[in-house]
């Protein structure tokens, strides 16, 4: 087995779904071409069926990047596929997305069917996509709460019709991750032609869980990460795609790896963030803007000594500059020191015994401390700049 990671952008069509933070072409566009730059490997264009802007998303993205696969997403029925193949047409390299519920609980309540009925769907469904395109991707959905013996059968039988990666969405974000991986394990071990697709997981993070299920899941065997910028999307979100990238930067002992320049995550990030409308939460691992700023004093100290005691990504992999130095009333004089230090002031200690004092008032007063306080500080306490 392959240990490539392909990484399966979902921020245009899942992430997009997020209520009020849609795009228009244009800007879709322009996302999907910093999404080729980042070297994402498959773009989720969209739903094409669902709309005649969708439609033409989906067609004009096809049209402005050529290194990633292309993806459109479809309903189980003829129509949606058609659609989607047709919405494909300009594309380099072209894949279509469809699939069906795999859960009791989904085929009960939510197609009214049978599994007898369910699997004949399927098939037909992959079959018809097949003969469109060669690139297809089937997802069973809500297989994370769907019984093993029968989505095994499932997937078996939409190989066997042609799909050429089959996902594994956690849909509500329900499993815990040793469940998770142990269903992709028993997939790799029962699904006798599963050599002739790519195991593909899709986890939502309904409970907080979606980075560590889809690592779970590449763990025991998946080889694509369906994620999103900013682990944007559907209720809680999706996978963050900068985490799983940045986990298995990391970790490499895992032995997995993936093409994404992960200097561009940062200004993506952000990119993202404004064009939806969508503010990046501070503490958010990664592309937060607290991701490497540091403001206890202990900290900050450890940092200044060797930034490895504190962190565990050099701040410029990821695109996000140096690490900060936040000054606030619990920064201690190693901090006020560098700080002052970037400005021209060099302290002796006794002036910096004075300015650490004046400066805990300061702080207090004002919570967090920049240049023009800095300035102030030293004109109370007669320190000038140093030539």
Known sequence: M???????????????????????????IIVAKELEALGVDIIEAGFPISSPEDFRSVQEISKAVSEPVICGLSRAVEKDIQTAADALVYAKRKRIHTGLGASDFHIEHKFRSTRAEMLERAERAVKF?????????????????????????????????????????????????????????????????????????????????????????????????????????????????????????THQKLGLHHQIKTDHLTPLSNLVSRMMRMPVQPNKAIVGKNAFAHSSGIHQDGVLKNRENYEIIDPGQVGAGASSIVLTARSGRAALNYRLSLLGYQLDKPELDRAYEQFLLLADQYKNIDEKHLETLMRQVGVGITA
């Open 129 to 249: 996509a097949k003969s469109l395109v060669e690139d297809v991707e089937f997802f069973a959905e809500d297989a994370g709460r769907a019984d093993p013996v029968f989505l095994a059968q499932m997937i078996e039988i939409v190989i066997a019709a042609g799909a050429t990666v089959v996902n594994i969405p956690d849909t509500t974000g329900y499993c815990l991750p040793h469940e998770y991986g142990a269903k992709i394990k028993y997939l790799v071990e029962n699904v006798k032609n599963i050599h002739r697709a790519t195991i593909s997981v899709h986890c939502h993070n309904d409970l907080g869980l979606a980075t560590a299920n889809s690592l779970s899941g590449l763990i025991n065997g998946a080889r694509q990460v369906e994620c999103t910028i900013n682990g944007i999307g559907e209720r809680a979100g999706n996978t963050s795609l900068e985490e799983v990238v940045m986990i298995l930067k």
């Open 2 to 28: 392959s240990n490539r990671v392909y990484i399966f952008d979902t921020t245009l069509r899942d992430g997009e779904q997020v209520p009020g933070c849609q795009l228009n072409t244009d800007e879709k």
